[in-house]
């Protein structure tokens, strides 16, 4: 649940980002009254906190992450990576 709620937070941000690049227009600051508006803060503070939390995936034990493929008879089964 926490990482998909990372995963929006670092999607708005990366979408907020792209349109200060490209048209030099802060989303954020526009819809809750500019940079320094306490909401925008808290949106600015919250996206950083989900990038932070977002590099640990990087680093997890990507069999964790697999779906566990089973059989008939409800013992794991492993197939490996190609």
Same mark, same amino acid.
């Given at each position: 649940?926490?990482?998909?709620?990372?995963?929006?937070?670092?999607?708005? @941000? @990366?979408?907020?980002? #792209? &349109?200060? #690049?490209? *048209?030099? *227009?802060?989303?954020?600051?526009?819809?809750? #009254? @500019?940079?320094?508006?306490?909401? $925008?803060?808290i949106v600015y503070i919250?996206? #950083?906190?989900? $990038?932070?939390?977002?590099? $640990?995936?990087? *680093?997890?034990?990507?069999?964790?992450?697999?779906?566990?493929?089973?059989? &008939? $008879?409800?013992?794991?089964?492993?197939?490996?990576?190609?």
């Amino acid at each position: 649940m926490l990482d998909t709620i990372a995963l929006i937070l670092v999607i708005i @941000g @990366g979408l907020n980002w #792209g &349109s200060i #690049g490209i *048209f030099q *227009f802060d989303l954020v600051a526009w819809l809750f #009254g @500019g940079q320094s508006a306490l909401i $925008s803060r808290i949106v600015y503070i919250l996206v #950083g906190l989900a $990038s932070v939390w977002s590099i $640990s995936l990087l *680093f997890r034990d990507r069999e964790k992450h697999d779906s566990d493929h089973y059989d &008939s $008879s409800e013992h794991y089964t492993h197939i490996p990576h190609a």
